[in-house]
């Protein structure tokens, strides 16, 4: 029986068991399968076919029933094109912008939409809509008087991947001690939440918990997750500095009682710390990742002349980089599936290793590096991973690149050559990279960051 001649419910059904690609080759065979192929119920089958595709992959911001058949086409196309543009031996950029930011510290939320920064003003926080042809700056955060004002050094954020629309919550804090209003350290913990739909979507913030936390000198990490909130702090003088990392149950600490954590070792330090599933922290030392156990540690309230004092705190497991110190390093977002977590991880030492992190569920099982490539330090300027994907300024020119999965190890990397990707090739500009809608964004530095879009659609 010809396809024309059956009904759309079972025509619908049949759609829902092929590709995207098949789906758009069907819609310019006749009007039934085009009207076919515009089914709001065939494109959620297919978005639900994609998120299951990958570990990394997220949710939409807000309910499918939210999305018109269009958009929910428009939203797994983008996303599927991304994958086909990492591809591509010579990829190129659909969409090419630049944006002023007045501050140097940025957060780009998962998903890829939204980019936070601090402003010269104290205590505030922007927001830039990047799906818009022309990105401009709103508040999100204003100086409102909770609290006494202090600059925002960290921005980091944490998905509830609970709620029916994008939410998360946001830690901030100063990066410096000596460079606060007030006399003390404040941690303040705001809870962002989608509103409104489509080009009409903002992000609007409730305060939700501000404590003072006194820190001895500078913060050089922050890392939010669930009712945690994770800090490393540089102390002592010049010739005897050390690194402690505290572990607040923020929704239990108040300026006079704090609920933490404290780690406390003799490991040079370095700015990048993860939280894992479990309640476990991963902290980049200058020779080895260490893990520890968050939930075997008690509560203190050392300061840090105390801590200078403590044997170093017992760690879960030490990954040593084999007998090189690293100079750099780099941790992409953690991704889990139903056996681990998984990390990107770039570290340099008179070379620059990309490499994978394996870290079990099973707290007996002992974490993996994955090494994926080696290049010579003088020739990588920046580096970002993803679970799948990442880009590379190398030598002169910018590549894409992807990773080849079998099971739960990387096997192999490929390298694409984008010259079309019109970045500065230095050592001062970083990248920042969402996979899943294909952006890449580089903060050149001088209050400027470039936005690319790699996605087809």
Known sequence: ???????????????????????????????????????????????????????ATLR?????????AVELERYVLRRASADLAWKAEHPKPTRSCSIHHPWDRLCLVPGGRWL???????????????????????????????????EVGNICVDLDDQAPTLTFNMALSPANHRDTATSVLQV?????????????A?????????????????????????????????TGAALHRFTYYEVFDWTKSTSSLHRKRTIFTKESHTDQIQFLPGDRLVIMYLHALIIYDISTLEDTSDSGAQLMELDPTECLWR?????????????????????????????SSGGCTLSRVAIPHDVSQPPAFITLAVFR???????????????????????????????????????????A??????????????????RIIQDVGRGWVTVLDMAYV
């Open 421 to 438: 990707l019109e970045f500065p090739c230095n050592d001062l500009a970083d990248f920042y990279l969402d996979e899943q809608s294909g």
């Open 1 to 55: 029986m010809p396809l024309t001649l059956l009904p759309l419910e079972v025509l619908t059904e049949i759609a829902k068991e092929v590709d995207w690609k098949t789906i758009l080759t069907l819609r310019k065979t006749c009007r039934l399968l085009y009207q076919t192929s515009k089914i709001h119920t065939v494109w959620a089958h297919m978005y639900f076919q994609h998120l299951n595709a990958s570990p």
């Open 202 to 234: 903002r992000l609007a913030a409730h305060h939700v918990k501000s404590f003072e936390a006194q820190g001895f000198d500078r913060i050089v990490a922050l890392a939010l997750h669930g009712p945690l909130l994770a800090r490393g702090i540089i």
């Open 319 to 347: 990954l040593p980089y084999g007998d090189r110190k690293l100079s750099t390093g780099k941790l992409s977002r953690p991704v889990s599936d139903a056996h681990a977590t998984y990390f990107g991880f770039k570290w």
């Open 116 to 150: 936070l920064t601090g402003s010269k003003t104290p205590s505030s926080v922007l927001v830039y809509d990047l799906d818009l042809p022309d990105p401009t700056p709103s508040i999100l955060l204003e100086e409102a008087g909770l609290y006494e004002p202090q």
């Open 188 to 200: 303040h913990i705001w809870r962002v939440t989608l509103i409104n739909h489509g080009r009409n």
């Open 377 to 419: 330090a003088e020739t990588v300027y920046s580096i970002t991973l993803g679970y799948e994907k990442g880009v590379i300024s190398y030598q002169d020119r910018v590549c894409t690149v992807n990773f080849k999965w079998d099971g739960r190890c990387a096997i192999g990397i490929d390298m694409h050559d984008s010259s």
């Open 60 to 68: 939409t911001e807000e309910p499918l029933d939210c999305y018109s």
